[in-house]
């Protein structure tokens, strides 16, 4: 294979991976990297009818072609104007006195003694005679929610994902494969709802918790969000590692189980690890499940017993009501571009592993 | 050229025929959707969630009478309503608190008008807690302790050796203010005060909590225990129903406001006389709030 | 020995990946059976083709599937003409080691992580305050048309995010069209966009349908990109203009569970809402599973 042939087929599980994450998209390693992949060189090829192009309705096509040049770039555009647009709203933070007189960064980020009480406290109480923003509550408890969910994603979704590609039979692949598609094909607000209706009687009962919506309620129902992500990625990973290894593995006397641990876990890693990092993303960001089942209460804990308010939750909650351009509102757009840029940090340090993996295989093969 | 024998000209054919057929549909869809005129006669009423309830029943009614008439009613809490009245994105805000000083300047900078305030209901503010509760009453100053954080076990008022779960409702709400300005006197609620987007969520939630304890309109209150309310230990405990509501007695009494920015007229107007007519009060009553007279 | 412990690790590292699969498997079991058992006796036909009732208690839920459809419509719309030409371009036009195809793909992956909050956001900072606003200074004086949340806005916010989603599909399908059909239209004296438009994009189609289904299926079951953007609580007429808000079914799910006035008696409305949401998006989901599978199976056996 020449280097030009070899790229596009290289890259494209890199993409089908990555778009996993948007739940439904999902395309097998070995399913697209069987296709046949069309990679003639562009130039030679327009050259060559540049000719007849002429003779024919030129301008039409021209037109057509540049159409497709400049709806191409839509994504690179969307990326852009959101952080443009998000990044606008959330600028007068920084700079404007009126809304500085209100909140300011160093406000947000450490405790104040505010009047009433005790001693200085991280306190969010954005409608109050003081408006008091302080994010860490919300950090905080967005982490807490996420490292919940992903205690119980990670375990569930990379097991499942080797039972599937090492053990499972053709008759359980087709059942369990499809099962998980379902749970992706779930609308998050359909799981906040199961979680608040549901799971959340269930595990007060069965826990003896204090309160019903709390942050491992919705870092339950938020793993089963992610679960698909983490399962499908992990799966196709998994999948990818050449047969040439486990059969080297074999032939040198291992048992099934040993090449397992310490063939195909180590070379699927980055590939899981990219599964991992995605499914974090995406358990930072998602909004219904957690406005729904974590009872909402900006609490500064480690517990996972108490009530917790995330960032993109409060963004949900309080957006709607706030005066457009106000201290609030600007604070509101300002954890958003702490939202973005954490979910793009992750994605590509998703992106950063599947390349890894993707050397390392191509490496040593 | 698409004549070329090659072996998928059956199926490319037929999708071009799919294609075209895709196309059509869409066509069509969107024809039907293009029309850009507003309907005449729209009135949009947007605000308190206490008061959705309320707006749309009337709605609901008042369109039955005048089938000509459109009313769209929205929720989100008073102060959406109020930044979407100040905003101009609807003409009848429905509040469940009194306008701020500070709205009453935004609307004035924009439309040289103070809005016009119309009372169109009452409600007794309910405290709900699970009906296994062995409480019946409590005061005003318990209600602050419990809310602000200072009281933090149902034995200090006399209940079972147990956490209180405090249920509290989304800073949009035009309750979460009127119950922070009346029972807390304006302090800030305990930060482990749940935050619930709607009343019926805060129903919902003490209904299955058995220590727990929230607020919200009179008319929501199934399956919980409404507890009876004192002004101080000294005065007698009372219970938020009509005859207390009315005369002001019960100590968490408030009216239910129209804002509009200037005097209605027109369908508008027609709408505000109807609400206020017997027919309009007496679907106060039937939601389970109170009338005015 | 030796023996021994090695099927020992076997058995062991078979049971606790099985338990992790059949735990998945038991999740989506409780959840599914949850909600066909409370949901089924409550869908009827009257209930699809209704409007909620005294104060949402009674009725059906019409309006909301209205909103969802008109608002899939919209943005199926939008989508697609931007999604199918980032794909043809970057499959058929772009060298594929260029920076700024590089630059490309990078730009759609991170799409697709955004977290759909922030599109929510972005639809509100740009859409409705910007465009929608602009619009209205532009052309209507300065009245509020258009510049604030509606159906439009929703829609195109929802088209944003659905944006890799297409991308991807329409470009794995585009790949899939073998390499001799674009040999052949060309020795045929085809120009390249001659050969993309009759016949690379017509043996592509079921792949971008698959794609168009995917994001339909997306758009349908998102809700907190268009919780600032145009989805409304209420409404008691269908939205009959680009500017109108409309009501959707997560929406109504979100706001049946967290808002209705009487909670018992809509839990009955609100498990079949959330029936009929699930039944669409996995009517969608399996829509495109067919197809695509359709289509790999065709070109397999052309190949061949």
């Known amino acids: 294979m020449t280097p030009r042939s070899e790229q596009p087929t290289t890259r494209r599980p890199e993409q089908a991976i990555l778009v996993g994450l948007a739940p439904p998209t999902r395309s097998t390693l070995a399913g697209s990297g069987s296709l046949p992949v069309e990679t003639s060189d562009p130039k030679n090829h327009r050259r060559a009818e540049r000719p007849r192009l002429a003779s024919r309705r030129p301008r039409f096509h021209a037109l057509a072609e540049a159409a497709i040049r400049v709806l191409a770039f839509s994504s690179i555009a969307a990326i852009i104007l959101i952080f443009v647009f998000i990044g606008k709203e959330a600028w007068p933070l920084l700079h404007d006195s009126a809304i500085g007189k209100e909140v300011t960064l160093a406000k947000m980020w450490f405790a104040q003694q505010w009047p009433g009480y005790d001693a200085p406290e991280h306190v969010w109480q954005p409608v109050s005679e003081i408006p008091k923003y302080a994010v860490w509550p919300l950090v905080v408890g967005t982490l807490k929610v996420t490292l919940i969910a992903m205690l119980f994603a990670v375990p569930l979704g990379v097991g499942a994902a080797l039972f599937v590609s090492q053990y499972a039979g053709r008759r359980l692949r087709e059942i369990i494969k499809p099962t998980v598609e379902l749970l992706a094909g779930v609308p998050s607000v359909v799981l906040g709802f199961f979680a608040l209706m549901v799971m959340a009687t269930w595990l007060q009962q069965a826990l003896g918790l204090d309160s019903r919506l709390n942050a491992l309620v919705a870092g339950v129902a938020l793993s089963f969000a992610i679960i698909p992500v983490i399962f499908t990625v992990s799966e196709e990973a998994f999948g990818a590692v050449p047969r040439s290894y486990v059969e080297a593995s074999t032939a040198l006397g291992a048992a099934r189980w040993q090449t397992i641990v310490r063939v195909v876990i180590p070379a699927a890693g980055p590939g899981v690890a990219a599964g991992i990092a995605l499914g974090l993303g995406r358990a930072v960001g998602e909004t219904m499940i957690v406005l729904m089942a974590s009872g909402n209460a900006a609490i500064l804990s480690v517990s996972p017993a108490d009530s917790v308010r995330t960032v993109s939750a409060t963004i949900a909650a309080e957006l709607a009501e706030v005066v457009f351009g106000g201290a609030h509102y600007t604070v509101l757009f300002f954890l958003g571009v702490l939202l973005f840029g954490f979910t793009l940090a992750t994605n590509l340090l998703g992106e950063f592993a599947i390349g890894r993996m993707r050397r390392r295989l191509g490496g040593m093969a | 050229m698409q004549k070329v024998q090659i072996e998928s000209v059956g199926n490319q054919t037929r999708n071009q025929s799919i294609l075209k057929i895709i196309t059509q549909g869409l066509a069509i869809v969107t024809v039907l959707l293009a029309p850009l005129a507003a309907a005449a006669g729209e009135i949009t009423v947007k605000g308190s969630d206490t008061m959705v309830i309320l707006g749309q029943r009337w709605a609901e009614e008042y369109m039955r009478v005048h089938p000509k008439a459109t009313v769209q009613v929205t929720g989100g809490g008073s102060g959406t309503g109020i930044s979407a009245l100040i905003n101009g994105t609807t003409e009848i805000c429905q509040a469940s608190r009194p306008m701020s000083a500070a709205e009453k300047e935004k609307l004035r900078d924009r439309y040289a008008t103070i809005g016009v305030e119309i009372p169109v209901a009452r409600d007794g503010l309910s405290v709900y807690v699970n009906e296994s509760n062995p409480l019946t009453e409590i005061t005003m100053d318990q209600l602050k302790l419990i809310f602000t954080g200072k009281v933090t076990n149902w034995k200090e008022l006399g209940g079972p050796d147990a956490k209180i779960v405090v249920y509290s409702r989304e800073n949009s709400s035009g309750t979460y203010v009127f119950f922070k300005e009346h029972v807390l006197k304006n302090a800030d609620y305990t930060v482990r005060a749940q935050s619930m987007p709607g009343t019926a969520a805060v129903v919902n939630a003490v209904a299955k909590e058995k220590f727990g304890i929230g607020y919200g309109g009179a008319a929501y209150a199934k399956g919980i225990k409404v507890l009876k309310v004192k002004k101080d230990s000294e005065s007698a405990a009372i219970t938020p129903d009509e005859a207390h509501v009315k005369d002001g007695t019960y100590p968490l009494s408030r009216p239910l406001f129209f804002y509009l920015r200037n005097k209605p007229t027109g369908d508008v107007g027609a709408f505000v006389e109807w609400v206020l007519s017997a027919a309009g009060q007496a679907i106060v009553t039937k939601v389970g709030y109170y009338p005015l007279k | ?304």
């Open chain 3, 1 to 304: 020995m030796r023996g021994r412990s090695q099927r020992f690790g076997d058995v062991a590292l078979s049971l606790g990946t099985g338990l992790a699969a059949v735990l998945v498997l038991l999740i989506v079991a409780v959840i599914l059976g949850d909600v066909i058992y409370h949901g089924a006796p409550r869908m009827t036909l009257a209930f699809l083709t209704q409007a909620p009732r005294e104060g949402m208690t009674a009725g059906g839920i019409f309006p909301a599937i209205f909103g969802t459809v008109a608002l899939v419509v919209l943005m199926t719309l939008a989508v697609l003409p931007a999604g199918v030409a980032t794909a043809i371009y970057l499959s058929e036009y772009a060298n594929p080691s260029a920076r700024l195809t590089r630059l490309v793909r990078v730009a759609v992956n991170n799409l697709a992580g955004v977290p759909s909050i922030v599109f929510g956001l972005f639809g509100l900072g740009f859409f409705v305050q910007f465009v929608g606003a602009g619009i209205d200074r532009a052309f209507y004086g300065g009245e509020r048309v258009f510049g604030q949340p509606a159906l439009v806005w929703a829609a195109l916010t929802m088209a944003v995010l659905t944006l890799p989603v297409v991308i991807v599909a329409t470009e794995e399908a585009l790949a899939a069209v073998p390499r001799e059909l674009r040999l052949a239209s060309a020795a045929l004296g085809a120009s390249r966009l001659q050969t993309i438009v009759r016949v690379v994009l017509p043996q592509a189609l079921p792949g971008i349908l698959t794609g168009a289904i995917l994001a339909i299926s997306r758009g349908a079951g998102e809700v907190a990109p268009i919780l600032f953007t145009g989805v409304a609580y209420y409404l008691p007429k269908l939205p009959t203009s680009l500017h109108d808000q409309f009501m959707q079914l997560g929406y109504h799910v979100y706001v049946l569970s967290t808002q209705s006035p009487d909670v018992d008696a809509t839990r009955p409305i609100l498990y079949a809402t959330v029936l009929v949401l699930l039944l669409l998006t996995f009517a969608l989901n399996a829509t495109a599973v067919v197809v695509r599978s359709k289509m790999r199976r065709r070109f397999a056996g052309a190949a061949s």
